[in-house]
């Protein structure tokens, strides 16, 4: 049995600890939050868990072996840090840590201690991810030409960190799970209304072989929009999140082209073909992803969404913050 405390019971809490008591091989033994009022919620909604308001109780308890850390990002270095030298697995609010050094150690230490590390991309879990990385992996779609998403909505404004930091990790955790090549550059240019913090922003990714990543991210928008467009060779395959049944539309389309003997004589023809919806699974993603982490830690098995996955995503919102400082000046990786 992997006993688990949960530091942080704000919005993401109350999912995390619901999902893990639920988990088979697991039992939430301790919820902490400094909060009054969200110490209040976790009694209330989980009257057989103990809760308490300080950190160290989760942190250095021997009756815990691996904690979840649901907590602005500024903190998840400390608090990570002190959970894996105290021996404890983690398993960490997505963006991992607020720089790539602090990464880098927190990746060291659970080497050394041999503990896992497992970031909570979330989405990587949902049947609509799993099912494009099916497609990709398939060779369905052919060479990949471009990966486009939108995530916009208007708010949650954040006071900790900006837009990027904020709706980016999500798309770029799923890009660096979808797409087999490593990004080799990040273009960034965003803008502040608000707080003093970037509040809308655009982000693209290079990639070689001529694939481009573009990301557009938006706390001021009157409407929510998540989709994801990706284009190949073969076939185009538009993800729209928020339909109820058809997340994912498949289209055979295309173009080819015919090159002739003068400079103008380039022919593109177009390929209009079906357009079909594949059937995904219905599960709770989170559910999966808790399942995922406890498998692991009993079987000492290396999370694919690990610190070094983790990493990868900080380096990309460190390059998008450089580039965003320097007026969308190219920021190589």
Same mark, same amino acid.
């Given at each position: ?64 072996? *691996?904690? *979840?850390?649901?907590?602005? @990002? ?31 150690? %927190? ?44 995530? @916009? ?7 900790? @960190?900006?837009?990027? +930091?904020? %709706? ?16 080799? *550059? ?52 538009? +993800? ?35 357009? +079909? ?42 390059? *998008? ?13």
């Amino acid at each position: 049995m992997i006993r688990i405390g949960i530091i942080g019971f704000g919005y993401w809490g109350p999912n995390i600890v619901r999902n893990f008591q639920g988990t088979p091989g697991a039992s939430v033994r301790l919820i902490c939050d400094l909060n009054p009022r969200s110490l209040e919620r976790a009694r209330k909604a989980f009257p057989h868990i103990e809760a308490t308001a300080h950190v160290q109780d989760v942190l250095t308890s021997p009756e815990i072996d *691996a904690v *979840a850390i649901i907590t602005p @990002v500024a903190t998840h270095y400390p608090l990570s840090k002190q959970a894996l030298e105290h021996g404890k697995h983690i398993f960490v609010e997505k963006p991992f840590t607020h720089s790539s050094a602090m990464a880098r150690e %927190l990746i060291e230490i659970a080497e050394r201690k041999n503990l896992k590390i497992m970031v909570d991309h979330t989405f990587l879990f949902t049947s609509a991810v799993r099912k494009i990385k099916e497609l990709i992996d398939a060779d369905s779609l052919g060479k990949l030409y471009y990966y486009d998403s939108m995530r @916009v909505n208007l708010g949650l404004f954040q006071t900790d @960190v900006n837009v990027v +930091w904020d %709706l980016a990790p999500h798309d770029l955790s799923i890009m660096q799970y979808l797409l087999p090549q490593k990004p080799q *550059a990040v273009v960034a240019t965003g803008v502040d209304h608000v707080n003093g913090k970037e509040d809308v922003a655009y982000i693209t990714v290079y990639f070689p072989d001529n694939i481009i990543a573009h990301f557009n991210v938006n706390w001021l928008s009157p409407v929510k929009v998540r989709t994801t467009l990706i284009g190949g060779e073969k076939k185009m395959l538009v +993800w729209n999140d928020l339909e109820m049944d058809e997340k994912i539309k498949i289209y055979d389309k295309g173009i080819s082209t015919n090159n002739g003997e003068g400079v103008y004589d380039l022919l593109v023809s177009y390929r209009m073909g079906d357009v +079909w919806a594949p059937r995904l699974d219905q599960v709770e993603a989170l559910k999966m992803a808790a399942q995922y982490f406890v498998q692991c830690v009993e079987k000492n098995e290396t999370p694919f969404t690990d610190g070094v996955a983790g990493l990868q995503v900080v380096q990309i919102l460190e390059a *998008a913050d450089t580039s965003m400082q320097n007026k969308g000046g190219m920021v190589y990786l």
